[in-house]
């Protein structure tokens, strides 16, 4: 077995204090040996990016420990480096001297740092822009301005957060081919690559093992060998295969309907949050699948299909399963008849399906009680924020808030009136005995 170079043991990150603790991540074990390249997968929020930052000693875990190399982690790992999403550089300098201030600050003297930065910009594909600047430049190509300035500080250990996930498709892809021919052959001093995606073919493409991760609380739930050569097909059935179990690994199993609703805000145990989704997309969904033989669809052929990603297939096959629209098992969503009446209903007809499953869901149990029980049956937003406030980060509340009030005003369970900034129940939703 390989050299461990990193390891996390029973890593927590605990977000606020006092009833906003939140906790972000939640005993995290992991291993990471020299030579691999792993991917961390797992949705939006998930603590993706606070385990990379806690990783390379950006910020401290609430509790357990950071190993490297058999050296505890308390300060930034001087072994490991990020490349973001999108690269910080600096405008005001050209190509050329970005890539040369990462050597600076490592005491490389000039010129030697000039041949440096000229030799790493040669190796991901820039040769001939040292002397432009940054604006002057395409997002694949200062994505990779940023890939040199990383490999610059020469890291035994590559982080990279979403780095192909601001790029256009096409630079995207070419990018990935890069920096799987650089680490594939070798050239660069990195011993382990850990990137973090939401992607789940990009991990598939790249990764030699996926660590998933599922949200609330942010955790590994399960881990997928990928033992395929490189290159890796996407067409071939090898790597459909796997994709499919990785989609099965992520969508989970549908539970059993006190679970799948989770608790309303302020009480205690497992809070859902409301999947970003709109309802169109929702109602595209269900009329896919309800076109297939016996209602029942592979989630990776339908974001084929539908052209989306594979984030958005899942938020939207979340929100089926909370609304009791599909159920999913092994990697496939089937609809339940409740949601082949939505997908075959009128307009009319699918706006009272949706109202009378939302009054369902604990979250709007709360907020329609709330709104019951207030003067005029009015609350401003940011009362109502306030409270979620409790439970959720502020963005996350405020997000929370925004997606209940879209659902909400579809079914016309409430009203939102943007100049005074008010949620109010509908008329008919008034005479609703609480
Ligand atoms: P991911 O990268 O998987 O999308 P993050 O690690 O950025 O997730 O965030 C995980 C959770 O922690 C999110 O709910 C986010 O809002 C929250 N979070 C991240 N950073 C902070 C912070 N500094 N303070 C409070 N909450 C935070
Ligand atoms: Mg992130």
């Known amino acids: 077995m390989a050299n461990t170079l990193l390891e996390l043991r029973n890593v927590s990150m605990v977000y606020g204090r006092g009833a906003r603790r939140f906790t ?3 005993s995290v074990n992991l291993q990471l040996r020299e030579g691999e390249f792993v991917a961390l997968l797992g ?9 990379l930052r806690i990783i390379t000693g950006l910020a401290r875990p609430t509790y357990g420990l950071v190993i490297y190399r058999d050296n505890l982690i308390t300060d930034v790992n001087p072994y490991a480096t990020i490349v973001f999403q999108t690269f910080a550089l600096f405008p005001w ?5 970005n890539v040369e201030l990462a050597l600076k600050a490592r005491g490389v003297p000039y010129p030697e740092r000039a041949q440096r930065a000229e030799a790493l910009l040669d190796k991901v594909g820039l040769d001939g822009f040292e002397n432009a600047y940054p604006r002057e430049l395409s997002g694949g190509m200062r994505q990779k301005v940023g890939f040199a300035r990383a490999m610059a500080v020469e890291p035994e250990l590559l982080c990279l957060d979403e780095p192909f996930s601001s790029l256009d498709v096409l630079s995207a ?3 990935r081919g890069e920096l799987l021919e650089l680490w594939l052959a070798g050239d660069i001093p990195t011993k382990a690559i850990l990137m973090v995606t939401h992607n789940i073919e990009e991990a598939v493409l790249l990764a030699d093992r996926i660590i998933v991760m599922d949200k609330q609380p942010g955790r590994v739930v399960a881990e997928v060998t990928i033992d ?3 290159p890796r097909q996407r067409k071939s059935p090898e790597f459909i295969a796997r994709v499919d179990q990785v989609y099965a690994t992520l969508a989970g199993q549908t539970e059993p309907e ?5 608790v309303a805000p302020g009480e205690p145990g497992r809070k859902r949050t409301l999947p970003d989704i709109t309802l169109g997309d929702l109602a595209g969904l269900l009329e896919t699948v309800a076109a297939e033989p016996d209602d029942r669809a592979d989630l990776y052929h339908l974001v084929e299909e539908l052209k989306v990603d594979s984030d958005h297939i899942l938020r939207l ?5 909370m609304l009791g629209f599909a159920t999913v098992s092994q990697g496939d969503i089937v609809l339940t008849p409740l949601g082949e009446t939505f997908a075959d209903g ?12 939302l009054r369902r869901l604990p979250f709007f149990r709360w907020l329609l009680s709330l709104l019951q029980s207030a003067e005029r049956h009015r609350l401003r937003w940011e009362v109502i924020q306030a409270a979620l406030e409790l439970d959720f980060p502020p963005a996350e509340a405020e997000k929370q808030l925004e997606i209940a009030v879209r659902w909400g005003r579809y079914a016309e369970l409430f009203g939102y009136d943007d100049d005074s900034e008010m949620l109010y129940l509908e008329e008919e939703e008034e005479k609703v005995a609480v």
Do not use: D, N, W, Y
């Open 173 to 175: 892809e070419a990018l």
């Open 228 to 230: 395929l050569p490189h």
């Open 346 to 357: 009128s307009i009319q007809l699918r706006k009272q399906l949706f109202a009378t499953r």
């Open 317 to 321: 096959t979340e929100a089926a399963e």
């Open 43 to 51: 949705p939006a929020g998930c603590g993706k990016s606070t385990l």
């Open 24 to 26: 972000a991540v939640q």
């Open 258 to 262: 006190p679970i799948e609703l989770g």
């Open 93 to 97: 300098l050209t190509v050329q001297q």
